[in-house]
């Protein structure tokens, strides 16, 4: 069965900063990874994904996602924080195709940016 | 393109009763999965939709039902409400095809279902 966690309610970085959300899955063959961020009071917005091929991928907003295969790892950064990236972050996994490849969201960690 | 449209965005029931929330994806997306979201157990995933047919379903029970018209709009109905049941519920879409599970959803504003 294909699992994700995020070992991280909540996350707190000072502006400016370096920021990192972490993610590990558990799925049988090579994943698709996905990483949105909910504002509140919205739906979820995709903000980044891998496939296949290098291993860091960057996405919108200054985003960017490490993929390590041997720590089943999915780590969400960001070099350089802003307030306004506040909001609730989930990482999500999904199997290669087949009839049982459900898309499985973590918990979600709550990212607070201080000024 | 407009996005996901789900309607209504907030909806107030008693239990016992019956509520159909409906979702419309992006022009030219052909699956539809709906989501449970409440700050207890987070995103839940109901069903996947894809060319009318459901694809895959989340561990819920019968109480929760889902549809897909030919033109890719999209229905759930929750029968005999709960109190448990209070929730948004969110609405994505893709491009998902028969074979490539990896493109990205696009959710909708969700509706928000309050059971007293």
């Known amino acids: 069965a294909q699992s994700v966690a995020q070992p991280e309610d909540q996350v707190n970085v000072a502006e400016g900063n370096p920021l990192t959300v972490k993610c590990t899955y558990s799925?049988?063959?090579?994943?698709?990874l996905f990483w949105y961020v909910q504002y509140p009071n919205r739906g979820l917005q995709f903000l980044l994904k891998?496939?296949?091929?290098?291993?860091l991928v960057k996405g919108s907003y200054g985003f960017e996602a490490e993929f390590n295969k041997s720590q089943t790892s999915f780590h969400l950064k960001k070099p350089s924080a802003l307030v306004s990236d506040s909001a609730l972050y989930f990482c999500?996994?999904?199997?290669?195709?087949?009839?049982?490849?459900?898309?499985?969201f973590g918990s979600g960690t709550r990212l607070s940016i201080r000024p | 393109k407009a996005g996901v449209t789900q309607t209504p965005r907030y909806l107030i029931k008693t239990r016992g009763q019956q509520v159909t929330l409906s979702c419309s994806p992006i022009?030219?997306?052909?699956?539809v999965s709906w989501y449970q979201q409440t700050p207890g157990q987070g995103l839940q995933f109901l069903f996947e939709?894809?060319?009318?047919?459901?694809?895959n379903k989340g561990n819920f029970p019968g109480r929760f039902s889902g549809r897909q018209f030919s033109n890719s709009r999209s229905e759930m109905n929750v029968s005999t409400l709960e109190l448990g049941d209070s929730a948004l519920y969110l609405c994505?879409?893709?491009?998902?095809?028969?074979?490539?599970?990896?493109?990205?959803?696009?959710f909708g504003p969700g509706t928000r279902l309050t059971v007293l």
């Open positions: 994505a879409s893709s491009l998902t095809g028969t074979a490539s599970s990896y493109n990205e959803q696009f």
């Open positions: 799925v049988s063959g090579n994943p698709y």
């Open positions: 891998y496939i296949t091929g290098d291993n």
């Open positions: 999500a996994v999904r199997g290669p195709y087949s009839s049982a490849s459900k898309i499985i």
């Open positions: 022009s030219g997306h052909r699956s």
């Open positions: 939709y894809f060319s009318e047919t459901q694809r």
